[in-house]
């Protein structure tokens, strides 16, 4: 089945997509957390028939169009991912739902679960929580990188095994997430890690989950991290795994942080204004990219239209002359310039 762009579902159409937890008891105390162990409030569980014949229900009636199925640990990451897997299954196999489904992966769960686990699922995440070990162990005292890392590396592992019975599977990926950032970490270290995990490990997409403290836990006191901040570390990110940068290409301030009051990619091309204006007529696809205002979409759209391209049908082709005007020419002529003329 085809499906709508979960990638933006997921983080921006609330209601669209339904985040069903099997319990909010934990097992973790970790310092940001509403879940925390030693947090006071009213923990729940549900079963995972009921989560099922709930989820069903609202997506039955219209109010959801597809579902993330996650959780805390309870008791241990075995026994909550087969509490996961057995909502998925009794979703797919009794209630015949052939919606989306993103399953959470429990950090270090059982190889044979994760491999039950991706058979069911659109998209598969664990978190990563922090780009680095020594972040991590700033967030959390009970989660280890390494075991994190190790289960990635079993996800993999399981998707690849499977595919070749299986074609189809996982056609949404595997992902993670980071909280976004709490101790003023460095831009820098997220991005260089996003990196590593979009070309060596081949992670479909990397979620930032920004900071809002939470209170009754330790960092209850720390800054709220600002909704531009994570739209710009969203657009840096989005730069490296579909436009061709390197973090080499990103531009950052002194402190390794992102401008945040520009786009990255607007900045970009400001600092390397050499190698701009670029004739659209003549660029290649990858040149294409790197103008701002101009994604991967539109870069398609040129090279399909090279030959009718002109000054006044740039519209059409969805090119915004307020974004890329300056950047572009079109047989050697600025847009800009001709638009002056009226």
Do not use: W
Request: charge should be positive; hydrophobic fraction near 35%.
């Amino acid at each position: 089945m085809k499906y709508k762009n979960f990638e933006k579902c997921e983080r921006l159409k609330k209601g669209i997509l339904s985040k069903e937890f099997i319990t909010s008891f934990c097992e973790n105390n970790c310092f940001y957390c509403a879940f925390r162990k030693d947090r006071n409030f009213k923990r729940e569980f549900i079963q995972p028939e009921k989560l099922a014949k709930s989820f069903f229900e609202k997506y039955r009636k219209g109010y959801a169009r597809g579902i993330f199925i996650s959780s805390a640990i309870l008791k241990s990451s075995d026994e909550t991912q087969y509490l996961i897997n057995k909502s998925a299954i009794i979703l797919r196999k009794k209630y015949g739902y052939r919606g989306y489904m993103h399953i959470k992966i429990m950090p270090d769960t059982d190889y044979f679960a994760i491999k039950e686990a991706l058979l069911y699922a659109d998209r598969a995440s664990v978190n990563f929580e922090a780009p680095g070990d020594s972040y991590l162990k700033k967030l959390s005292k009970d989660k280890d990188f390494k075991k994190i890392f190790d289960t990635v590396l079993k996800m993999r592992r399981a998707y690849f095994e499977l595919r070749g019975k299986y074609p189809f599977i996982l056609p949404y990926g595997i992902c993670t997430q980071f909280i976004y950032s709490p101790l003023s970490e460095r831009d820098r270290d997220y991005l260089e890690f996003t990196e590593f995990l979009y070309r060596k490990i081949n992670l479909k997409m990397v979620y930032f989950s920004r900071f809002t403290p939470v209170q009754r836990t330790p960092f209850e006191s720390l800054k709220q991290v600002s909704l531009l901040r994570e739209k710009r570390i969203y657009q840096a990110s989005l730069l490296i795994r579909d436009y061709g940068f390197s973090l080499n290409d990103i531009p950052l301030d002194e402190n390794g942080n992102l401008i945040k009051n520009k786009d990255p990619k607007l900045v970009y091309a400001e600092k390397n204004y050499h190698l701009f204006p670029v004739d659209i007529k003549k660029a290649s696809y990858e040149i294409l990219l790197r103008i701002p205002g101009i994604g991967p979409k539109i870069a398609k759209k040129i090279i399909q239209n090279r030959d009718d391209i002109n000054l006044y049908n740039l519209d059409k082709l969805g090119i915004n002359l307020k974004r890329a005007g300056r950047f572009i020419l079109v047989s050697g002529k600025s847009p800009l310039k001709q638009a002056s003329l009226f």
